[in-house]
């Protein structure tokens, strides 16, 4: 296995729910190194150029709003945005955050612990995990300058 860096965000309702250190511990516990962290503030911009990808899907307006802290009324639009490295680090980190949907994730994922779905029907679903090589580049490269990253 190749190694690899993916990006994770720590979502405005983890972060709200307190579940920043759990979901540490649980990437921790994948083997996988740390190797960059900072709270960002997500600006409009950058919520539509991150999920830049799904600009066509009904449900894209709701994300910017989800990413930003505004679904869940909290004003400072900060995520935490961390960087893993190591063999197979995207698979690893996907495994560990479960299936996007909270109620298809697994048990013991941070999604099938922690994520639910609100009676409008949204995902609150914790974390961002990146899905393949190509968006793991892009997105690291979109919230990381290179010098923010352990060598």
Do not use: C
């Not at 479960?98 to 999604?111: F, L, M």
């Not at 609100?118 to 997105?139: K, L, Y």
């Amino acid at each position: 296995m190749a190694i690899e860096q993916t990006l994770l965000l720590i979502k405005p309702d983890g972060a709200a729910r307190r579940l920043t250190g759990l979901t540490i511990d649980r990437l921790d516990a994948s083997g996988l190194e740390m190797v960059a962290a900072k709270m960002v503030s997500v600006s409009e911009k950058m919520a539509r150029e991150h999920y830049q990808a799904l600009s066509d899907k009904p449900f894209f307006e709701g994300l910017i709003k989800y990413i930003r802290g505004e679904f869940h009324g909290i004003k400072d639009h900060r995520v935490l945005a961390l960087v893993y490295r190591g063999e197979g680090a995207i698979r690893k980190v996907r495994d560990v955050a479960g299936a996007t949907n909270p109620e298809q994730a697994a048990p013991g994922t941070i999604r099938g612990s922690f994520g639910r779905i609100t009676t409008s029907g949204q995902f609150e679903n914790v974390i961002h995990a990146s899905s393949d090589p190509a968006d793991a580049a892009r997105e690291v490269a979109l919230w990381f300058r290179k010098d923010e990253i352990l060598p």
